[in-house]
């Protein structure tokens, strides 16, 4: 079982390589939807058997993650009439570099925090930390808002991943709202760039600073 | 309770209608001011009952928060400030459905229908903070209150002052709000739970409870307005709606000594300085209350100073009631309590008369700079005869209420003063001294405003097209009036009243505080037989003047007459004329500046200038220095804020890190 979740968290760490040294934002909604599928399937690896909880929790994930999100930001995209490029305050290259460093970071830190049982030896807890940090590192260093709404589903995503791996029996209740929170938080924030477009034409973070009092 | 829950959340619920009716301003209004007055005509029955003596159940509800139960009661400490609360918001709600209908044109579409939201939610916050008997739920309607009566103060935000009278209001609430989070937190931790009811188990050393006392002071006397927290009073009042200003003045600073008396009493024994402090703080409030009154020119702004004097003699009362529980004076404390909470009702009654009177002013002649106004008696014989209700109630003369609260408290303090020993007897010569000038001062000060406003002639084009106002806005003015006479006549009854509300909040046996106002039973049927016949004279010679004048022609002829080839109105007495002897005696305290440009030669090219103005001492002198002085060291955390949001989440990210690897440690 561990070798597939590892599996899984490679392909994790890789789409969020992925995804610094991406310079469109199309792709970069293309790799958090991959990431998303990916991540939908732990539970039912992490999980002893198959139980129709689990399934539903899976497609819910699944749907949610790879397709509803994508959708909602292609259209935000499309309606806002954004440029691709992401204007990133950071080059790809370092960014990638940095991304490397907090891979490093995280598993230096992951040491400190054993987990017990059997997950003792799986990649989880750093990968989890690593893909906070790269969400938060998105969020500061890029221009646009939507690459703030990336940032926030990487983190989403890094925390999903631990509470998939680690608690096998968080309640469904919790995890759908959880779910629900995510949606309701994509959405409104694609409404928001919307009128963020509308009013100051431009999507720029950056010049929200003339707001401040 | 049911029905006073059911008020509450009809409250609510026509708030909210109101809110989403505001494009539709007749609509919005109608919903909101009649869903306010269904909401308190609700739960004034509950209120009523338990004033009558009836036991009501409290309500307890589950929540899953660790700090006690959600409890809601009346007893009769709640309903005795509970009903002028219902009552006032109610007629507040009649009166500003008239008031705010010419603003339907004026301001952007949805301000009125947000206006009536606010309004509701104050109402609402109110009710609830006088039945909450948990801190947090108490901190939490306390919250609803303030931010409600904010934005209603800024309701005319597009003038600058407005919004710096608002900013004004919304940060020295918050202040005294902190203070009261301290009290209750240390209280809360010390008992264990955040029920009022358990609050008592604390045990505190003499010390702390005396910081406890007052931070106690200083939270809710910011609300109340004790001098020197009593800033936005004359900020906050004058720029809003006068029916908010009505609510606010008249019961909304009362919920500040509703905290206070509350707290008070869970707070255990009280030495004797407690009393004194209160009794001080009153002194203070009173006497530079009425006197910067005095020196005032805009009509609100008067009587929101007006406001300061009223919480000072109450803070007096509240003094010499816990002065008496202190050495253990059962009459001391009756007597000085009962005053307090029936001087509580009374302001309520006679303060908000006053303010919907100076909002009838400004509704008909579009000013209330007394200055521009005069000669209103004529165009408002309505307005002006219930302000005058208002204003002798006010200044504490017989027959109207004002007189019975503050004679009760004279009667504590001559009881003191008399039959105490050592400094115990000194408050009572204290306040006695003090509730004189007091009194005399506010009845000066209400001659200059009755005088400048109403009697005379008209000093601008304003003031001689002022119009009265409609049923809506008198009706509540009469009510208010014919109550303001109704308490008056019945003193001794009102007297009475007051005995179980006493021996409830102190626990005093009833008999000992029913037997204590018997004190005051025979002096005020005296002095309300006394002013009965008085009155009586008084039309009797009306009466006469009447037949006398029956058969004779009365004109009228100008009043400056005497040699002038041209008289004008603003030849006469100006309100700050009229001021003048007394403001000059108390100059050192009022520090009024006077600007004066004297016409010169014999012929003089440019007219002369004369304009005084009284700015708030303790914001000229204390406040403003004391915020610069915090201002200046922490300027540069502004260079943290520079609105860029990357950053931000970048302190959060560094601090979570840095947390992270504090908390485990450096890995090996």
Known sequence: MSSWIDGVMVVLILTNLALLGTSRITVCIRIIALQGVVLGTLPMLAGEEVTLRLALLTTATVLLKGVVFPWLLLRAMRKAEIQREVEPYVGYILSVMVGLLSLGGSVWLAQGLPLPGPMAGTLALPVALFMIFVGLFTICSRRKAISQILGYIVVENGMYAFGAVILDEVPTLVELGVLLDVFVAVFVMGVAIYHIRREFDHMDVDQLDTLKG | ?668
């Not at chain 2, 959600?70 to 009649?94: C, E, N, Q």
């Not at chain 2, 020196?295 to 009223?310: F, I, M, P, T």
């Not at chain 2, 009962?338 to 006053?354: E, R, T």
């Open chain 2, 1 to 668: 309770m049911s029905p006073f829950m059911l008020g509450i959340l009809i409250l609510f619920i026509s708030a909210l209608l109101a809110l989403a009716l505001r494009r539709e301003h007749e609509a919005a209004s109608r919903v909101g001011a009649f869903g306010a007055m269904l909401g308190c005509a609700v739960a004034t029955i509950p209120v009523l009952r338990a004033m009558a003596g009836a036991e009501i159940p409290s309500l307890i509800l589950p929540w899953s928060m660790p700090c006690g139960s959600l409890i809601f009661r009346i007893d009769l400490l709640s309903a005795l400030f509970l009903l002028p609360i219902l009552l006032v918001s109610a007629l507040g709600a009649l009166y500003g459905l008239a008031y705010l209908r010419p603003y339907a044109d004026r301001k952007p579409v949805g301000s009125l229908g947000r206006c009536w939201f606010w309004y509701n939610l104050l109402v609402a916050g109110m009710l609830l903070v006088c039945v909450s008997h948990n801190a947090l739920m108490f901190l939490v309607a306390w919250e609803l209150m303030s931010l409600a009566s904010f934005f209603l103060v800024a309701f005319d935000d597009e003038k600058t002052e407005v919004r710096d009278s608002a900013w004004t209001y919304f940060i020295a609430t918050h202040l005294g709000t902190a203070f009261i989070i301290a009290l209750f937190l240390t209280m809360g931790v010390a008992a264990g739970s955040f029920d009022f009811a358990d609050f008592h188990k604390a045990t505190l050393g003499p010390g702390v409870m005396g910081v406890l006392f007052l931070f106690a002071v200083i939270g809710f006397g910011t609300k109340a307005g004790f001098m020197p927290f009593h800033v936005w009073l004359p900020e906050a009042h004058p720029v809003a709606p006068s029916h908010v200003s009505a609510v606010m003045s008249g019961v909304m600073i009362k919920t500040g000594i509703y905290g206070l008396l509350r707290m008070l009493m869970l707070m255990g024994h009280p030495p004797a300085w407690w009393g004194w402090t209160l009794i001080g703080i009153g002194l203070v409030s009173g006497v530079l209350g009425v006197l910067f009154a005095l020196a005032q020119h805009d009509l609100k702004r008067l009587l929101a100073y007006h406001s300061v004097e009223n919480i000072g003699i109450i803070a007096m009362g509240s003094g010499l009631g816990m002065l008496g529980i202190s050495i253990g004076s059962p009459l001391l404390t009756t007597l000085g309590f009962a005053g307090a909470l029936l001087h509580v009702i009374n302001h309520a009654l006679f303060k908000s008369l006053l303010f919907f009177g100076a909002g009838a002013v400004q509704h008909g002649a579009g000013t209330r700079e007394m200055d521009h106004l005069g000669g209103l008696l004529k165009r408002l014989p309505l307005t002006g005869l219930f302000f005058l209700i208002g204003a002798v109630a006010i200044s504490g003369l017989p027959p109207l209420n004002g007189f019975v609260s503050e004679f009760l408290i004279y009667l504590g303090a001559f009881h003191s003063g008399a039959t105490l020993h050592g400094t115990a007897a000194l408050s009572g010569v204290a306040v006695i001294t003090g509730l004189a000038l007091i009194g005399g001062l506010a009845a000066a000060c209400f001659t200059k405003v009755f005088g400048t406003v109403f009697l005379g002639a008209p000093r601008t084009e304003h003031a001689a097209h002022a119009h009265e106002c409609g049923i809506l806005m008198w009706l509540p003015m009469l009510t208010l009036a014919a109550l303001c006479a109704a308490i008056g006549l019945c003193a001794p009854l009102a007297a009475n009243a007051m005995a179980p509300v006493v021996a409830n909040m102190t626990g005093l046996a009833p008999e000992q505080t029913a037997l204590a106002v018997t004190y005051a039973q025979w002096p005020l049927t005296g002095v309300v037989t006394a002013a009965v016949a008085l009155l009586l004279a008084l039309c009797l010679l009306a009466l006469l003047r009447r037949r006398l004048l029956a058969r004779r022609s009365v004109g009228a002829t100008g009043t400056w007459d005497c040699g002038y080839a041209r008289p004008t109105a603003r030849m006469q007495y100006t309100s700050s004329s009229f001021a003048q002897p007394i403001t000059d005696c108390f100059r050192m305290f009022l520090g009024t500046r006077t600007s004066l440009r004297a016409p010169g030669e014999p012929f003089p090219q440019q007219p002369g200038r004369l304009s005084t103005e009284t700015p708030d001492i303790f914001i000229a002198r204390f406040y403003r220095p004391l915020f610069s002085w915090i201002t200046r060291p922490l300027s540069w955390t502004l260079n943290v804020q520079h609105g860029r949001v990357q950053l931000y989440v970048l302190y959060v990210a560094l601090t979570l890190v840095a947390l992270l690897i504090w908390a485990l440690g450096w890995p090996q």
